[in-house]
C-alpha cells in the first residue's frame, strides 16, 4: 500500500525567509502528488499537484514542488513566506485501485508558523 | 449559498448517542468522501461514495454508516458514539477521479464525545 510521510511535524520559520516542507511516498507504480493547505479552522483547498510533465510545479500563493522519482519525494517550497502562510500542509499521493478509482492517501501534516 | 457545507460545526454529545453529521455540495459533483482529522494521523477516509445510492468503505469505516440518496447530500451516522470517535470530521467533494482532480472540502464538524 501507498504511504507518505511528512518529515517535520513542525516548521517555525521568520518572515520573509525561504521555506521548504519536506515529503516523501512509498510506490512501485506511478503517482499523481498533491499539497494541500489549511488555515486555522477551515477545510483544505488544494496549492498545487503534480500529474505529468514537468517536474516543478507552481501553485497559487507563490509555493512551488519539485517531483523527484528517484528520491520517491515532492518537496514544497517558497522563497519568501509571509504571516499569511501560517497554516498546516497536506502532502497527498493517489494510489491507484483496479476499478479505476484513486484514493488520496494523505501525509501527517506539517504545521508552518511564520514569526515576524 | 454555492459550495459544500457541513453542519452542525460543533457538537457535543454522550457516549453511546446516535449522531449525524450532515454534508451538502451545490456542484452536482459525482464524488464525495468523509475524512475524519486527528493528531499525527492527518486525514484518514472513513467512507466515499462515487454517484448516488453507490458508498464504499475507506480505511476507518467502522463505526459509521452513510448513504446517498441524493447526488448532492452525504449524511454520516455514528450509530454509537465512542470517546475515540471524538474527531474533526471533514467532508469533500470532486467533479471527477479524485485521484487526479481537485477535492473540495467543508469547513469541519469538531465532534466531541464524553
Known amino acids: 500500500a501507498q504511504s507518505v510521510t511528512q518529515l517535520d511535524s513542525q516548521v517555525p520559520v521568520f518572515e520573509e525567509a525561504p521555506v521548504e516542507l519536506r515529503c516523501n511516498y512509498s510506490?512501485?507504480?506511478?503517482?499523481?502528488l498533491f499539497w494541500y493547505v489549511q488555515y486555522p479552522n477551515q477545510g483544505l483547498q488544494l496549492l498545487l499537484k503534480?500529474?505529468?510533465?514537468?517536474?516543478l510545479v507552481k501553485g497559487i500563493n507563490g509555493f512551488e514542488a519539485e517531483f523527484n522519482k528517484s528520491q520517491t519525494s515532492f518537496h514544497l517550497r517558497k522563497p519568501s513566506v509571509h504571516i499569511s502562510d501560517t497554516a498546516e500542509y497536506f502532502c497527498?499521493?493517489?494510489?491507484?485501485?483496479?476499478?479505476?478509482?484513486?484514493?488520496?492517501?494523505f501525509g501527517a501534516g506539517t504545521r508552518l508558523a511564520v514569526h515576524p | 449559498d454555492a459550495g459544500i457545507t457541513q453542519s452542525p460545526r460543533y457538537k457535543i454529545t454522550e457516549t453511546g448517542r446516535q449522531v449525524t453529521l450532515m454534508c451538502h455540495q451545490t456542484?452536482?459533483?459525482?464524488?464525495m468522501f468523509w475524512y475524519r482529522q486527528d493528531l499525527g494521523h492527518g486525514l484518514r477516509l472513513i467512507y466515499y461514495?462515487?454517484?448516488?445510492?453507490?458508498?464504499d468503505k475507506g480505511e476507518v469505516p467502522d463505526g459509521y454508516v452513510v448513504s446517498r440518496s441524493k447526488t448532492e447530500n452525504f449524511p454520516l451516522t455514528l450509530e454509537s458514539a465512542t470517546r475515540s470517535q471524538t474527531s474533526v470530521y471533514f467532508c469533500?467533494?470532486?467533479?471527477?477521479?479524485?485521484?487526479?482532480?481537485?477535492?473540495?472540502f467543508g469547513p469541519g464538524t469538531r465532534l466531541t464525545v464524553t
Open positions: 469533500a467533494s470532486s467533479e471527477w477521479d479524485p485521484g487526479r482532480y481537485e477535492q473540495y
Open positions: 510506490s512501485s507504480v506511478s503517482v499523481y
Open positions: 503534480y500529474l505529468s510533465g514537468s517536474t
Open positions: 497527498a499521493v493517489s494510489e491507484g485501485s483496479p476499478g479505476g478509482y484513486n484514493k488520496l492517501i
Open positions: 456542484w452536482s459533483h459525482s464524488y
Open positions: 461514495s462515487a454517484a448516488a445510492d453507490i458508498t
